[in-house]
């Protein structure tokens, strides 16, 4: 097993001279994967966990002793009362091709829907951070804030604590939606204190993706991906042995992988259960399971194994690696599924991109796009759930609040909920959608469908009690822990060095954001 790997490195000049050879590709090769690769970088934001955050700084409801949370009133009411449509604006961003259109498609059918309230879906940009941004500028003004946010699921810790958001459970029981029909794994991820914050998630998980061509031509089998690290790496050594790829993984060097390994192995990122029992006051990722991953990826680097990028904010580099050929893997969101169906336009058949793979296919095309689960330490297909969130605000009025629910409620349709899978590229939250005959067709018959079902399957047996960290300060506490990534693949720092100073500084982060 990985952990148990005696794990030898090059010295830091040999890693950082690895690092200067991955300069960003030419966009001319192959375009219509230029295309595919730019789309999915739109939605490569689609990763990472939770936050959480002090009690006394913002919205963490308390728990009655049966276990119940104090939930507050949800003014249904008040748009009953209201004698003109109640406009409601929502803002999103980090949304791109088909899953912008699904967004934009989804307030027009609403609207479309019933007379009663006007939804505007504003697009405040290419990134989940751009909107949080936004957000944190604007929220001392509440009057310039909109009634409905989608932010990456990280905010969650942020957007509790400031308390200026409406638990969505507060409507869902006070309109007789039951809760027990969302995937556990994406009702508990969203939840503090028990308590369900957003009224619908757009769920994602991190999932391989592979040039099933490459594998034929180094002699593995394009049905069998690799399922963990392990198996990646020797897979990568056979396809560089066989002069097919030159780093053979493609590979952003994104904190959300690290968090996704070390949660599919039991380790907390974070105490209190990783901020899911009380507030994070420490963290706990500074382990040796942790420091000896970070040392199986420098090995994979400095025996070019590995094509490393750095997770700069709207990079493409790392799709691109598979356009011009150069790599033959890549660990990324499944939400790319459906960029990549777009972009091929037809040339590339489901049962291509399934399992049913035939070599006759390599006269054809360079590039037939595989799926396979999130390679794990262990085992694969260990991973939380990820993704954005729809979050009712409520500094905006009774009667606003009442028709943002309204319009989330919509969202939570079965219909509409199989639109952001089919369409939008997102993992089904509402379970009856996942027995429909037009879903199980999608698995079968379309690209997009064909790949996603390999994250729809590990959503579905993802362990509730294993949600990803909730940490409030989830941006300063990023930025500590991808310095420590980086610091490891890229500048030829030790990691238990990186760990130890990642480690002070997510604790003095946590220590004054909890007022110690």
């Known amino acids: 097993m990985l952990r148990d790997l005696d794990i030898q490195g090059p010295t830091g000049s040999d890693r950082l001279t690895e690092h200067q050879g991955s300069r960003p590709l030419r966009r001319g090769h192959r ?50 009362k209201a004698t003109a449509p109640v406009k409601i604006d929502l803002w999103y961003g980090g949304l791109g091709g088909s899953t912008q259109a699904t967004m934009e498609g989804m307030a027009k059918r609403f609207n479309e829907s019933q007379d009663k309230v ?33 932010l990456e699921d990280t905010a969650l810790g942020e957007m509790v604590d400031k308390g200026q958001v409406l638990p969505a459970e507060a409507c869902m029981k006070a309109d007789g939606y039951d809760t027990d029909q969302l995937m556990p794994a994406a009702r508990a991820e969203f939840s503090v204190d028990g308590v369900l914050w957003p009224g619908y998630m757009n769920v994602s998980t991190p999932m391989l993706y592979f040039n ?33 790829s030159q780093k053979p993984l493609s590979f952003k060097a994104d ?23 009380g507030p994070a006051t420490e963290a706990s990722f500074n382990t040796p399971e942790a420091a000896e991953l970070l040392g199986f990826l420098d090995q994979m680097n400095s025996d070019g194994l590995l094509n490393a ?37 037809g040339q590339i058949t489901a ?52 028709a943002s629910w309204q319009f989330l409620k919509f969202m939570l349709q079965p219909e509409n909920a199989r639109e952001w899978h089919t369409n939008g590229g997102y993992l089904p939250v509402v379970k ?40 409030g300060p989830f941006p300063d506490y990023a930025e500590a822990v991808q310095g420590a990534f980086e610091a490891v693949l890229f500048d030829g720092v030790e990691p238990a060095a990186a760990l130890d100073k990642a480690e002070k500084s997510v604790n003095k982060t946590l220590s004054d954001y909890n007022g110690n």
Not at 124 to 149: D, F, T
Not at 363 to 379: C, H, R, T
């Open 212 to 244: 099933k061509v490459h594998f034929q031509k180094a002699g593995l089998d394009p049905n069998d991906p690799p399922g963990t690290m392990e198996e990646v790496r020797a897979a990568a050594q056979k396809l560089k042995d066989a002069g097919v």
């Open 351 to 402: 049962a291509e991109a399934g399992i049913d793979f035939d070599q006759s296919v390599i006269d054809k095309a360079n590039l037939v796009p595989g799926g396979g689960p999130y390679p794990g330490i262990e085992s694969p297909g260990k991973v939380f759930a990820s993704g954005g969130a729809f979050y009712i605000l409520n500094t905006g009025t009774p009667a606003e609040q009442a």
């Open 118 to 150: 006007v939804v505007t879906a504003n697009n405040q940009g290419n990134a989940y951070q751009e909107v949080l941004r936004k957000y944190q500028a604007a929220s001392p003004r509440p009057q310039q804030l909109p009634q409905v946010i989608y």
């Open 309 to 345: 990028f750095a997770a700069t904010e709207g990079s493409i580099d790392h799709y691109l690696a598979l356009v011009s050929e150069q790599s033959s893997m890549v660990i990324e969101t499944s939400t790319a599924s459906t960029t990549i169906r777009d972009a091929l336009g």
């Open 31 to 80: 375009a219509v994967w230029s295309v595919a690769a730019a789309g999915a970088v739109l939605l490569a934001a689609c990763g990472g966990p939770p936050t959480s955050g002090d009690q006394e700084a913002g919205g963490r409801t308390t728990v009655a002793e049966g276990g119940d949370s104090k939930l507050p009133d949800c003014p249904l009411e008040a748009l009953e």
């Open 432 to 471: 009856s959608v996942l027995d429909e005959e037009e879903v199980q067709t999608f698995w079968d018959t379309d690209v997009a469908g064909v790949l996603l079902k390999n994250a729809v399957d590990q959503l579905r047996a993802a362990d509730p009690d294993q949600a990803g960290p909730l940490i």
């Open 255 to 277: 904190r959300w992988f690290f968090e996704t390994w070390l949660t599919g192995i039991g380790q907390d990122i974070v105490n209190n259960d990783n901020g899911r029992e």
